[in-house]
């Protein structure tokens, strides 16, 4: 082979694996129910990984978050993704794995390329940390899956 089919084969193989990553990802969505989204929905103070995940699929959804004013500050506000998650992705169960299942995994927005890598390179942030709660397990496989598979288009 040459040198540049060698390479071809190699990023072929990579997009394979993370295409199958991806697809499991998209599975495992499709496997969620209504009451695992509202469970949490419901959740009062999310852990920052928490927050983290819906940070990951609103900035791969192209989804901006709310600004809310600041408590005893009522000119200053910030972005607040856990209420943006909430109003835009857990109490819409339909939407929003409709929206999941149509993402354009060829076209990862830029912008969002920041945000999920995270999911690469923490162990907080896989997964399995996740599995008292299948939505937050099922998006952060999503978002890595996406990650991975953003990386290995840029490779």
């Known amino acids: 082979k040459s040198g540049a089919q060698a390479i071809r084969d190699d990023v072929r193989r990579d997009l394979d694996a993370v295409s199958n990553g991806f697809d499991r990802a998209t599975a495992d969505l499709k496997k969620l129910r209504r009451e695992q989204f509202r469970e949490v929905t419901y959740l009062a103070n999310p852990s920052k990984n928490i927050v983290q995940i819906m940070v990951g699929v609103l900035a791969l959804l192209e989804i901006k978050p709310m600004k809310v004013p600041v408590r005893d500050k009522p000119n200053v506000k910030v972005e607040d993704y856990w209420e943006t998650a909430k109003k835009y992705l857990l109490t819409h169960h339909d939407a929003t794995i409709s929206q999941l299942l149509a993402f354009d995994r060829m076209n990862i927005p830029p912008d969002s390329l920041p945000v999920i890598t995270e999911f690469l390179h923490k162990k907080e942030l896989e997964a399995v940390q ?21 990386q290995a288009l840029r490779a």
Do not use: I, N
């Open 130 to 150: 996740f599995r008292r709660y299948p939505v937050c397990e099922a998006l952060c496989a999503w978002v890595s899956a996406s990650a991975h598979f953003g």
